[in-house]
């Protein structure tokens, strides 16, 4: 085998797996079933992957459009806790765990980023499904320390 023969079986070999990749595509929130509500409302998926990443549909069950005025959509995570996004005519406040965080402002927009890690951390995500497992929940005695006896002197 001369170099030219090993150069082009190299540059074959490159140019298939080059193609496949092509073909592999990664899902968009298009693909899911709350696609439209993303279509509608552009800026709701803007805020979305700033909120948590342009894999946020990893982590997303359901979006709900749950009032017009002003418009409020409900964020379900797939570990079931939820969190709510209100349009204020410019701009998403944020309502996670009963406070509320403007996301014009970058401080109470990192606030609301750790806050929505508090909720995908609370409830551990089982990819089948969606809830936490029974070894990941804790039992009674698990979740209380026990008690420490006194020593006598």
């Not at 002003?70 to 701009?91: A, D, M, R």
């Amino acid at each position: 085998m001369t170099k030219k023969e090993l150069a082009d079986k190299v540059r074959a070999a490159a140019q298939k797996i080059a193609s496949n990749n092509d073909k592999l595509e990664t899902p968009t929130a298009a693909a899911f079933k709350y696609s439209p509500m993303l279509e509608k409302f552009p800026k709701l998926q803007e805020t979305l992957i700033t909120l948590m990443s342009e894999d946020f549909t990893a982590f997303v069950e359901n979006i709900e459009w749950v009032a017009p005025r002003p418009t409020t959509f409900k964020i379900t995570l797939k570990n079931f806790n939820s969190y709510h996004l209100i349009w204020n005519g410019t701009e998403f406040t944020a309502r996670v765990a009963g406070t509320q965080y403007n996301l014009a402002n970058l401080g109470e927009e990192q606030r609301a980023i750790k806050a929505i890690q508090e909720l995908l951390i609370t409830g551990p995500i089982n990819p089948d499904k969606g809830s936490a497992t029974p070894s990941q929940k804790l039992t009674a005695a698990e979740e209380t320390p026990a008690e420490e006896t006194p020593a006598e002197a």
